[in-house]
């Protein structure tokens, strides 16, 4: 335990609550998992996290704890369980850590639900007339957790401290009520985007420029969204402490939600940058499989030269304008153009990875893996059978001529080879999508429509990987950090992207980035780091252009980056000195956020002197 870090009162228990806990969806999800060593460390069991349990949790990344002791944790639990909620109280298994974790059934009883509503409309004019599954599943997650603070610190001595750590309205319906009932427990709410910014950004022209001028009831009308709003600039002047992570956002919380934050707290690093030597190593065995894979999908089509291909990526949540898949893929689609009109030998594979509904991988695509699989393995027998047929051929005839080669392969070996040959042959196109999704959507529409198709005159590839990249699971045969070491250049041209942890994480990992001036990361670094380009970390002005302008800009970085690589074969690997990313480590941060959990104590009691 890290003592110097906490100076909060002995015994005080942190919970930390939020949707994406063992719930994969965007970034919060990464943020809590970088953070998360850094909060056991100094808070050990006295830091809990709370999440929803849904049904497509993640069973492999849950353990149970299957006896309840008599700690005040154990006694809530059985309370809330007598009441008839779904409680599941565990480990969360991830790589650096255990934490303990509290998930909740947020489908709840009809009835009590709609109490909740009718309470909440007496109280806030939180109108749930038009209700959603999603709204209804915040109200009863909300609920639980107001009956868990409420019986938990019932349990507990009088003088113990508890805070709550709230992440995005989705886990904080409850902060009002929390609040007005007077519950002992102080509450920092940490809003990492706003709703209405999230729903706009994407859908107006010159949003930088006006959203300033907007009244939030209007817009929150015009989208369908005012109950959700309503909700949150509710929870955010309920809480005693509200932080965000960029200025663009602290703006938008002092015009869409009414009040300004009391912090701006960046979001975090746990993992030092890899060091240049270790950088072109990786690189390099991350690329073989990567290799692997695309020569997999494409040779039984047609000739591929994967030592001379480019491999570029983007990711992220599926939000086609907000995270700027919409620019990616045009910029692509006429960089492909100009390389066909320029005869041009240069092979560009752009990689697409966001999580989307789908029913399986495609059947295809799988047999393209496995027979590839099987010609390695059937030329690994031939060179092993071959290989001292040929130094006796050679040593019998003196060396004087070379045998041919076909005469040293018996029948039955031969036979097997032209059989796998043949099914290894195909005469379709490679798949753009590697999955079959449980809908066609805006990537895979662009794609037929901009003729993205894997042809061979093609010159951009594109391999659209609608699922998160996981060791056990992935069809590359590693996760997503090794994956992204393995390829040339992320590209990120997000429109709205308060923080943007995939560039981030791209840097980290050693892989050039191109990201839009409009993540808090890729501002933060233009700061800090006048001259990143040198570290091969490249800015895309998007804030105050317009699209056809950022198309442009982006192809020709494109474009340069590709030819720069193919003529000077040196492979450029991204470099972010520790001035830069010090700052972000979550040790450097955590004293940040004990001010605001020392802030929200002194709110909820200003009278005792104790913060």
Known sequence: ???????????????????????????????????????????????????????????????????????????????????????????????????????????????QLNTIKARLWEKYQLSTIQSDQILDQVLGFGEILRLFFSLYTECINRDQDVLAHFHEWMSASCVPELADDKVRVATVFTTHSTLLGRYVAPNERHYFSNFQ??????????????????????????????????????????IFLGRKPDQIIFNGINKKAVLRHEVFETYTQHREK??????????????????????????????????GFDITLEAMARLNGKLMRENSDLTIVLFVISKRPFYHIKSEVLEAKQKYQDLRKICAKIS???????????????????????????DELLLTWKQAVRDFKSYTLPAVTMHQLAEEDDITRF????????KESNRVKVIYYPDFIERAKSLFGIDYQEFIKGCNLGIFPSFYDPWGYAPMETAMAGTPVIASDTSGFAHYLSEVMPNHQAGEMYLLNRKFQSDEEVINGLQEQLFSFAESLAREHYIPRA????YVTEPLRWKNLQSRYHEAYKLAFTRLHPDTGSY
Not at 228 to 240: C, N
Not at 295 to 318: C, E, H, Q
Not at 447 to 454: F, R
Not at 575 to 578: G, V, Y
Request: net charge negative.
């Open 447 to 454: 794609c037929q429509t901009a003729g993205l198709d894997n």
């Open 290 to 323: 990567i290799d692997d894979f695309v020569k997999a999908l494409f040779l039984p089509s047609y000739p591929i030269n994967t030592d001379k291909a480019v491999y570029f990526f983007t990711s992220g949540r599926y939000e086609y304008r907000n995270k």
């Open 1 to 111: 335990m890290t003592e110097p870090f906490r100076i909060l009162k002995p015994g005080t228990i942190l919970f930390e609550i939020a949707w994406e806990v063992c719930n994969q969806i965007g970034g919060i999800f990464t943020y809590l998992k970088s953070k998360i060593p850094v909060m056991t460390d100094t808070y050990g069991d006295d830091y809990l996290l709370i999440g929803p349990y849904l049904p497509d949790h993640k069973k492999a990344e849950f353990r149970p704890i299957a006896a309840l002791d008599d700690s005040a944790i154990s006694r809530t639990i059985v309370k809330l369980r007598e009441s008839g909620f779904e409680v599941h109280y565990g480990h969360w298994l991830l790589d650096d850590s255990r934490p303990k974790v509290l998930l909740f059934n947020p489908d709840i009883d009809t009835g």
């Open 213 to 254: 001028n907007y009244d939030w009831q209007t817009k929150a009308n015009e989208y369908g969204i005012e109950n959700r709003l309503v909700l949150e600039r509710t929870i955010a002047k309920k809480a005693q402490v509200l932080v965000t992570d960029s200025e663009h956002i602290s703006l938008e919380c002092e």
């Open 384 to 410: 092993q059978r071959l290989g001292p047929r040929l130094y006796a051929n050679v040593a019998h005839s003196g060396g004087s001529k070379l045998p041919d080669l076909n005469n040293l392969i018996d």
């Open 575 to 578: 470099t972010l000195p520790t």
